[in-house]
Nanobody, 124 residues
Framework: QVQLVESGGGLVQAGGSLTLSCAASGRSISTYGMGWFRQAPGKEREFVAA????????YYADSVKGRFTISRINAKNTVYLQMNSLKSEDTAAYYC?????????????????WGQGTQVTVSS
């Protein structure tokens, strides 16, 4: 099965930018939808963004629209999340996940493989 490893998290000032990467290994992700989710302490995991297998379709949570961009380079077996204009409420552990579908839906049940997460902390 696929293994997913997130990287790029860290401490950033409010208003700043950060790019997360999700590197897949073990199998190709080129035919599967991919998503990003986040979870803050004491909160449930929530959907952030997702891209279909070819990024022809993308979805974003309302809270990140216009600020975050999901992209993928299937030849590199990697998915990215570009985060701009970061806010304190963006602070969370961010997780990359693979959908069982080639398309995407913002539903946790669709995602079967998960990375371990990378922490993003936005300071005010």
């Amino acid at each position: 099965q696929v293994q997913l490893v997130e990287s790029g998290g860290g401490l950033v000032q409010a208003g700043g930018s950060l790019t997360l990467s999700c590197a897949a290994s073990g199998r190709s992700i080129s035919t599967y939808g991919m998503g990003w989710f986040r979870q803050a302490p004491g909160k449930e995991r929530e959907f952030v963004a997702a891209a279909s297998w070819d990024a022809g379709t993308t979805y974003y949570a309302d809270s990140v629209k216009g600020r975050f961009t999901i992209s993928r380079i299937n030849a590199k077996n990697t998915v990215y999340l570009q985060m701009n204009s970061l806010k304190s409420e963006d602070t969370a552990a961010y997780y990359c996940a693979q959908s069982r579908r080639s398309g995407i839906r913002p539903l946790l049940q669709d995602y079967t493989y998960w990375g371990q997460g990378t922490q993003v902390t936005v300071s005010s």
